[in-house]
C-alpha cells in the first residue's frame, strides 16, 4: 500500500489536529497515522527510510490512542496489545483492524481488505510475518499492507532460571559455554558442577531462550524453572497442541481463531493471545446469557487443563482464563467450574 500521507511529517501532522477532535476524527487520525507507521515500518527494514521518523510517528500514534482509550476503548487490556485494546473505539466510529491495518467499514476497497480480498485486483490475499513486520499481501499483483509483529517470547516479562544439573562432563564444549554463562574462570566451572544442582542464570525469556540452546548444544544437563515453553526457535512447545484443543472443544470459534491468527502465526500462536482474545469473549457472552450448555463445557474444559498435570497448561488456565472469569465478577461461574478450578477460583483476590 503507498503512503497514506505522503510528505507530511508527524509534526504536520500534529499541527493540523482541532484541539478537541470529535470521536469520528480522532478514529480516522489514528487510522492514518497507524497505517504510516506500517507503511514506514516496511520502509525502514528495507533501509529506504529513517527510524528517527518511524520514532516520531510512534510517539504521535501512542498520544492518540491513549487518548481513544479515555474515551472508551479497553481499559481491562482486553485484545492484542495497542491494537486490540483500542479496537472497542475504532469500531464505533467506522474502523476494523483488518490484519492489523486499521480500514474504513463502509464498503469498498477497504471492506475488501478487511475480507482477504485485494482493491487491486480481487485476488485472495495472504497472510505473512517477516522479522519485525507481519500483514497481508497479494501473490497476484505484488499489493501489501504491514503492520508491526512482535513474537510472543519478546513479550514473555516473566523470568526463567538455568540450574545446572548433577552429571556436566568437563569437556571443552561444556567447560567454554558454562565459563561464559556463569561469568566464572574454569576452575569456577568446575566447583560448580560438583555442587550442582546450583543456578546458572536469571533472566527473561529470549536471554534464557540463548543460553538453554548453547548449553543443550554443549551436552550439558540443565533444567528450567519454572517451566519453558519454547522450542529451540523461541516458538511456543504446546501452542498447537492447545489451539486444537481449543478449536475441538469449542468448534464454534474456528472462523474468528482463523481471522485472529492468520497475520500472527496461525496454529502456533501463543495460546495466552488465543484463550483471552476469543475464548474468555466467548464466556463472558455465555454467562450474560446464562449459557448453561456452554458453560458446562467451559468448566470441563478448564478442570482438564488444571488437572493435566502440564504447568503449561496450568498457568494457562489459571492466567488466562480463571483469572479472567474472576474479573467479570459474574459469580454464576462458579456453578460450572471442577473442583480443582473452583479452588483456584476462591482463592485468587479480585
Known amino acids: 500500500?503507498?503512503?497514506?500521507?505522503?510528505?507530511?511529517?508527524?509534526q504536520d501532522f500534529a499541527d493540523g489536529l482541532d484541539d478537541?477532535?470529535?470521536?469520528?476524527?480522532?478514529?480516522?487520525?489514528?487510522?492514518?497515522?497507524?497505517?504510516?507507521v506500517g507503511h514506514l515500518m516496511h520502509l525502514v527494514e528495507d533501509g529506504e527510510a529513517s527510524g528517527d521518523e518511524l520514532d516520531e510517528w510512534l510517539v504521535l500514534?501512542?498520544?492518540?490512542?491513549?487518548?481513544?482509550?479515555?474515551?472508551?476503548?479497553?481499559?481491562?487490556?482486553?485484545?492484542?496489545?495497542?491494537m486490540g485494546m483500542i479496537a472497542p473505539f475504532m469500531e464505533r466510529n467506522g474502523y476494523r483492524d483488518a490484519h492489523g491495518w486499521w480500514v474504513c467499514d463502509e464498503g469498498g476497497a477497504c471492506q475488501g481488505v478487511a475480507d482477504g480480498i485485494c482493491p487491486e485486483c480481487g485476488a485472495n490475499l495472504e497472510g505473512f510475518v517477516e522479522g519485525s513486520c507481519m500483514g497481508s499481501r497479494c501473490?497476484?499483483?505484488g499489493w501489501s499492507v504491514v503492520t508491526t509483529y512482535t513474537p510472543t517470547i519478546m513479550e514473555d516479562e516473566r523470568e526463567y532460571a538455568i540450574i545446572l544439573m548433577l552429571g556436566a562432563t568437563p569437556v571443552k564444549e561444556a567447560l567454554r559455554a558454562?565459563?561464559?554463562?556463569?561469568?566464572?574462570?574454569?576452575?569456577?566451572?568446575?566447583?560448580?558442577?560438583?555442587?550442582?544442582?546450583?543456578?546458572?542464570?536469571?533472566?527473561?525469556?529470549?536471554?534464557?531462550?540463548?543460553?538453554?540452546?548453547?548449553?543443550?548444544?554443549a551436552s550439558v544437563p540443565i533444567e528450567v524453572q519454572p517451566d519453558f515453553p519454547y522450542?529451540?526457535?523461541?516458538?511456543?512447545?504446546?501452542?498447537?497442541?492447545?489451539?486444537?484443543?481449543?478449536?475441538?472443544?469449542?468448534?464454534?470459534?474456528s472462523k474468528q481463531f482463523e481471522e485472529h491468527t492468520s497475520w500472527k502465526d496461525g496454529m502456533e500462536t501463543g495460546?495466552?493471545?488465543?484463550?483471552e482474545d476469543l475464548l474468555l469473549p466467548l464466556a463472558r457472552h455465555a454467562l450474560d446469557d446464562h449459557d448453561e450448555t456452554l458453560l458446562t463445557r467451559l468448566g470441563i474444559f478448564i478442570e482438564q487443563l488444571m488437572t493435566s498435570g502440564d504447568a503449561y497448561a496450568v498457568n494457562l488456565a489459571t492466567v488466562g482464563l480463571i483469572e479472567g472469569l474472576k474479573a467479570y465478577g459474574n459469580p454464576l461461574i462458579r456453578s460450572f467450574l471442577g473442583p480443582v478450578s473452583l479452588k483456584e477460583f476462591d482463592l485468587m483476590a479480585y
Do not use: W
Open 1 to 10: 500500500m503507498g503512503d497514506p500521507l505522503p510528505g507530511l511529517t508527524a
Open 20 to 36: 478537541s477532535l470529535s470521536d469520528h476524527d480522532l478514529a480516522e487520525a489514528i487510522a492514518l497515522i497507524s497505517n504510516k
Open 61 to 82: 500514534e501512542n498520544k492518540l490512542c491513549q487518548e481513544a482509550l479515555e474515551r472508551g476503548g479497553s481499559i481491562s487490556g482486553e485484545g492484542f496489545g495497542l
Open 139 to 141: 501473490p497476484a499483483c
Open 178 to 217: 558454562l565459563s561464559r554463562i556463569a561469568m566464572c574462570n574454569y576452575i569456577e566451572v568446575r566447583r560448580l558442577m560438583e555442587g550442582a544442582p546450583t543456578t546458572l542464570f536469571v533472566g527473561h525469556a529470549t536471554e534464557v531462550l540463548a543460553y538453554k540452546n548453547e548449553l543443550e548444544d
Open 231 to 253: 522450542d529451540k526457535d523461541g516458538k511456543l512447545k504446546d501452542a498447537v497442541r492447545l489451539n486444537k484443543l481449543l478449536l475441538e472443544t469449542f468448534p464454534e470459534l
Open 271 to 275: 495460546c495466552f493471545v488465543t484463550y
